[in-house]
């Protein structure tokens, strides 16, 4: 294996799989929870967003209190006084957007790789957009999915009040895909992550959380998530010597047709890896074994 993958000076584009077991991947709120799915062909999805947020958490537990791997984007902070901190902590000058915006860059891993509006607020205090590097699309599945639902018991009511009408267990409800593999795919720009000083050592910290980030964000409602595949195609400049979908056509799933899968055995043999007259300039590693 050579380290392509970790240079910050070339683009790099990338396909990744994800399978769910018995569990929700990425709920809809606008449908109750239920898992996300496609009204048309039924094929379930999880969106980039969900994806951002574990790999945020992940580079943060393995990177708690290191410089420049804070969190722009994190549960339970207003971003609001995040931005004002590029005017007290980094010393910008009211009006100074630039000087705002590179703080936050070097200060903010979320915003160095995936970018951010940070205009918001203080508009005399503000530090402009930030255009990210990296970058997801949402993930779907290679077959179809069905949504199911699973009915619970809860035996301990919320009032006590409950408990002497005789109300002591509540019903509720689980949504699951009994089993799902879900293929997403990832862009780097060398150009754009020049501009933002990314390192060598950015680049290590997101390959590793996008290996481990299921490991650390297990829950009763997810099932079992694993990341079942990840393959990088890294070109030997910063603006890539092929367009990306002739890369990610090297990378075939069959997928099963007459049948919904219920095992990520039933696709294990069905992947085909073209590593074959490889375009020149391009070299292709794959980080899940």
């Known amino acids: 294996m050579t380290d392509a993958h970790l ?27 239920m898992p996300r799915i496609d ?4 094929q379930g999805f999880i969106t980039d967003v969900a994806l951002k947020r574990k790999i945020r958490n992940a580079v943060t537990l393995a990177h708690q209190g290191q410089p420049g791997f804070e969190m722009y984007v994190e549960e ?9 901190r590029a005017y007290h902590e980094g010393g910008a000058k009211e009006g100074d957007t630039a000087t705002a915006q590179q703080w936050m860059i070097r200060n903010f ?20 957009k930030a255009r990210g590097p990296m970058q997801l699309t949402f993930s779907r599945s290679i077959d179809p999915v ?41 862009f780097y720009s060398g150009a754009l992550g020049a501009k933002a000083s990314v390192t060598s050592q950015d680049m290590a910290a997101y390959w590793q959380a ?16 694993a990341i079942r595949g990840l393959y990088v195609f890294s070109h030997d400049d910063a603006y ?31 992947i085909t890896i073209d590593r074959d007259g490889m375009p020149e300039g391009v070299t292709l590693t794959s980080l899940i074994d």
């Open 210 to 225: 996008m290996t481990m980030m299921f490991d650390h964000d297990r829950a009763a409602s997810r099932g079992e998530m």
């Open 39 to 42: 009204p048309i062909t039924s």
């Open 146 to 186: 069905t949504p199911l639902e699973a009915g619970i018991t809860r035996v301990a009511p919320n009032k006590p009040e409950d408990i002497a009408k005789g109300k002591v267990t509540e019903m509720g409800n689980k949504h699951y895909v009994p089993y799902g593999l879900y293929r997403g795919h990832g």
């Open 7 to 33: 240079d910050p000076t070339r683009k790099h584009d990338y396909v990744f799989l994800i399978d769910v077991k018995d569990g929700n991947p990425n709920g809809d709120p606008d449908a109750g929870g």
């Open 109 to 128: 891993y979320d915003v160095r790789l995936f970018g951010a509006v940070m205009s918001v607020g203080d508009q005399k205090k503000h530090a402009g």
């Open 240 to 270: 890539g010597k092929v367009p990306a979908h002739k890369l990610f056509d090297r990378i075939r799933i069959k997928p099963l047709g007459h049948s919904e899968a219920r095992s990520w055995d039933e696709y294990a043999d069905r």
């Open 76 to 84: 339970g902070v207003a971003l609001n006084p995040q931005i004002q």
